[in-house]
C-alpha cells in the first residue's frame, strides 16, 4: 500500500511530534492537527500526490478555456507554457507513485 497503514501514527512533518493521528490524504504525511498540516503544506504540496493531481486537473480546464478562446488575453506561447507545466506536473507524479511502490 502506498504511504503504509493508513491507521498507523507517525512523527508529525511539521513539528516532529511523536504517534501523530492525522494523515494528509495522499497517506504519506503525518500531522498532529490541522494547525500542524497548515504549517507544512507549502513544503508537502511539491510531493503531495493528492494535490498534484488535483492541482493538474485545475490547470486542464485552464489550458481547455485558454484553446477555446474564453481567455481573450491568452497567446499560443501561454498555452504552449501551461501545456509544458501539466507535462511536468504528470511526471511528478509518476516518479512519487513509482517510488512510493518500491
Same mark, same amino acid.
Request: proline share 4%; glycine share 6%; hydrophobic share 30%.
Given at each position: ?21 492525522? +494523515? ?13 498540516? +497548515?504549517?507544512?503544506? /507549502? ?21 481547455? =478555456?485558454?484553446?477555446?478562446?474564453? /481567455?481573450?488575453? /491568452? ?10 507545466? =501539466? ?16
Amino acid at each position: 500500500m502506498i504511504g503504509g497503514d493508513p491507521r498507523e501514527y507517525g512523527v508529525c512533518h511539521a513539528c516532529g511530534a511523536p504517534d501523530a493521528p492525522v +494523515k494528509c490524504p495522499c497517506l504519506a504525511a503525518h500531522y498532529c492537527d490541522r494547525t500542524c498540516q +497548515k504549517k507544512d503544506h /507549502s513544503a508537502h504540496k511539491d510531493r503531495c500526490t493528492t494535490w498534484l493531481v488535483k492541482d493538474i486537473a485545475r490547470k486542464g480546464e485552464e489550458i481547455e =478555456l485558454m484553446k477555446e478562446k474564453k /481567455s481573450k488575453s /491568452s497567446s499560443v506561447c501561454d498555452v504552449m507554457k501551461k501545456e509544458e507545466e =501539466l507535462a511536468e506536473q504528470h511526471r511528478s507524479v509518476g516518479n512519487l507513485v513509482r517510488y512510493a511502490v518500491q
